[in-house]
């Protein structure tokens, strides 16, 4: 829905600025959507500003807790399935039966399902597909998915992109799930046959620990290879229980990397360079930054192809946006004119707020296809995860929050691989 704005990042900012409104719309439209933010702003998970009532007895930051009962309703799914990746009003019969709900038990989840949705599901399949049969139903179906993500045969199931694709995540703001985004996309390629490297360029080392490659002090890690060019294959670490996938730690040294590069050559190209002396073979290579724009990122913006760019669905999560636009045209300018951002991710989406529609709403229309289709639900699997030293992928394949990074891997892949066709 486009005003003037066309997605160039210079335009970006007047929309942003005015919180949300889209484009051309009219007085009136552009004073709700100001409501809608105003509103979800100062009451959070009010229930006014829930599109279904049934699903208001849980507040989202419950998930955030270690609590093994996922608070999101199971029409939340929903909204991860739905090709358009808007959020649906109405609860869809399909949610009911989708095993994307959380590793719930039978029971729980009959009891949590019930009261939203049972109409929907008998007005469009009949009595016998309402109630009782979701006791089993969705486990069968969820451990399906489980196994389809897990793919214990390793077979190439998402196609390999016809020449290295090496993806820089970023976004200066911290929190909006860079790390996660990273960890959990290599390993969904890397289980789907895709060699797959990560590169930990953020002092505090959340990659290397979601991964669980050791990374305590002394380790060899990004910091040697980028000031004192030691190889990146010599601190590269095989991440276990994942064939196909290796880990470049950061270690806490790396926290000086930002002012000790300053003094060395060429410093914004050392992880370029060290990148084009990898003698090993890969498919993908993600490199998760730091939750700044200084000199790691700017390395991190010089080796890569493409931008993948995490957004949390949340208010602020726009702000700071054009900032990060407009560093990354000066490094296409003057260091890297094959960079483009490829990728828009929608992270930690709540459906239950109409903030998190209209965030969607407005990058939607601002990046237009560059937002992935797939949006990451907010869903406490994926926070807990990296806690045991896994992905959401391996530690809980049934729940959402794999079942959405699987889809955007997916997502990813695909787009590659049109890519590469059209290269040729
Ligand atoms: P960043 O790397 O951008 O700083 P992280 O990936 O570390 O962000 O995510 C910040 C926090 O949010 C982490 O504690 C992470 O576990 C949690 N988190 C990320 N994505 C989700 C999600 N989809 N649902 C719930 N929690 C999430
Ligand atoms: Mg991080």
Redesign the pocket.
Same mark, same amino acid.
């Given at each position: 829905m486009g005003d003037s704005a066309g997605g160039p990042p210079s335009e970006y900012r007047s929309e942003n600025r005015t919180a949300g409104h889209s484009g051309g719309a009219s007085e009136a439209g552009r004073d709700d959507t100001v409501r809608y933010y105003g509103r979800s702003k100062v009451v959070g998970a009010d229930t006014s500003a829930i599109p279904e009532p049934t699903a208001a007895d849980h507040d989202s930051r419950e #998930?955030?807790t270690a609590q093994p009962q996922p608070p999101d309703p199971p029409t939340d799914y929903a909204t991860v399935a739905t090709p358009s990746g808007a959020a649906p009003v109405e609860p869809d019969v399909s949610s009911r039966t989708d095993p994307g709900n959380e590793s719930l038990g039978p029971t729980q989840e009959a009891q949590e399902d019930s009261p939203s949705s049972p109409t929907a599901a008998v007005d469009e399949n009949g009595v016998a597909a309402a109630l009782p049969a979701d006791d089993d139903l969705p486990l069968a179906m969820e451990a399906m998915r489980a196994v389809q993500i897990l793919n214990p045969s390793g077979e190439v199931t998402m196609p390999r992109p016809a020449r290295p694709r090496i993806i820089c995540v970023a976004?200066q703001? /911290? /929190?909006? /799930?860079?790390? #996660? #985004?990273t960890v959990n996309l290599a390993v969904a390629l890397a289980l789907h046959g895709n060699r797959v490297l990560v590169i930990d360029l953020?002092p505090q080392g959340?990659a290397s620990t979601g991964l669980n490659v050791p990374h305590h002090a002394g380790v060899p890690d990004i910091y040697d290879c980028l000031v004192d060019s030691v190889p990146l294959v010599d601190v590269a670490q095989p991440v276990e229980g994942i064939p196909n996938l290796t880990c470049v730690p950061a270690t806490i040294d790396l926290a000086g990397a930002e002012i000790e590069l300053v003094s060395v050559v060429a410093r914004e190209s050392r992880l370029a360079r060290a990148i084009a002396a990898y003698p090993r073979e890969f498919d993908y290579l993600f490199i998760?930054c730091p =939750?700044s724009l200084g000199l790691l990122t700017v390395n991190a913006l010089v080796a890569a192809r493409e931008v993948l760019i =995490?957004i949390q669905c949340e208010y602020y999560a726009l702000e700071g946006l054009n900032q990060l636009l407009s560093n990354i045209s000066m490094v296409r300018a003057h260091l890297n004119p094959n960079l483009e951002v490829s990728t828009i991710l929608l #992270?930690?989406y709540d459906r239950r707020t109409r903030l998190a529609d209209a965030v969607e709403q407005d990058v939607r229309n601002h990046f237009g296809d560059k937002v992935l289709q797939s949006v990451? =639900?907010?869903?406490?699997r994926?926070?807990e995860? =990296?806690s045991y030293g896994q992905s959401v992928m391996t530690y809980d394949p049934g729940s959402r /929050?794999a079942a959405s990074y699987f889809e955007a891997a997916q997502e990813i892949a695909e787009r590659g691989a049109k890519w590469g066709e059209n290269e040729r």
């Amino acid at each position: 829905m486009g005003d003037s704005a066309g997605g160039p990042p210079s335009e970006y900012r007047s929309e942003n600025r005015t919180a949300g409104h889209s484009g051309g719309a009219s007085e009136a439209g552009r004073d709700d959507t100001v409501r809608y933010y105003g509103r979800s702003k100062v009451v959070g998970a009010d229930t006014s500003a829930i599109p279904e009532p049934t699903a208001a007895d849980h507040d989202s930051r419950e #998930t955030m807790t270690a609590q093994p009962q996922p608070p999101d309703p199971p029409t939340d799914y929903a909204t991860v399935a739905t090709p358009s990746g808007a959020a649906p009003v109405e609860p869809d019969v399909s949610s009911r039966t989708d095993p994307g709900n959380e590793s719930l038990g039978p029971t729980q989840e009959a009891q949590e399902d019930s009261p939203s949705s049972p109409t929907a599901a008998v007005d469009e399949n009949g009595v016998a597909a309402a109630l009782p049969a979701d006791d089993d139903l969705p486990l069968a179906m969820e451990a399906m998915r489980a196994v389809q993500i897990l793919n214990p045969s390793g077979e190439v199931t998402m196609p390999r992109p016809a020449r290295p694709r090496i993806i820089c995540v970023a976004n200066q703001k /911290g /929190g909006v /799930g860079k790390t #996660t #985004t990273t960890v959990n996309l290599a390993v969904a390629l890397a289980l789907h046959g895709n060699r797959v490297l990560v590169i930990d360029l953020d002092p505090q080392g959340n990659a290397s620990t979601g991964l669980n490659v050791p990374h305590h002090a002394g380790v060899p890690d990004i910091y040697d290879c980028l000031v004192d060019s030691v190889p990146l294959v010599d601190v590269a670490q095989p991440v276990e229980g994942i064939p196909n996938l290796t880990c470049v730690p950061a270690t806490i040294d790396l926290a000086g990397a930002e002012i000790e590069l300053v003094s060395v050559v060429a410093r914004e190209s050392r992880l370029a360079r060290a990148i084009a002396a990898y003698p090993r073979e890969f498919d993908y290579l993600f490199i998760d930054c730091p =939750p700044s724009l200084g000199l790691l990122t700017v390395n991190a913006l010089v080796a890569a192809r493409e931008v993948l760019i =995490p957004i949390q669905c949340e208010y602020y999560a726009l702000e700071g946006l054009n900032q990060l636009l407009s560093n990354i045209s000066m490094v296409r300018a003057h260091l890297n004119p094959n960079l483009e951002v490829s990728t828009i991710l929608l #992270t930690m989406y709540d459906r239950r707020t109409r903030l998190a529609d209209a965030v969607e709403q407005d990058v939607r229309n601002h990046f237009g296809d560059k937002v992935l289709q797939s949006v990451i =639900p907010r869903n406490v699997r994926v926070s807990e995860a =990296p806690s045991y030293g896994q992905s959401v992928m391996t530690y809980d394949p049934g729940s959402r /929050g794999a079942a959405s990074y699987f889809e955007a891997a997916q997502e990813i892949a695909e787009r590659g691989a049109k890519w590469g066709e059209n290269e040729r």
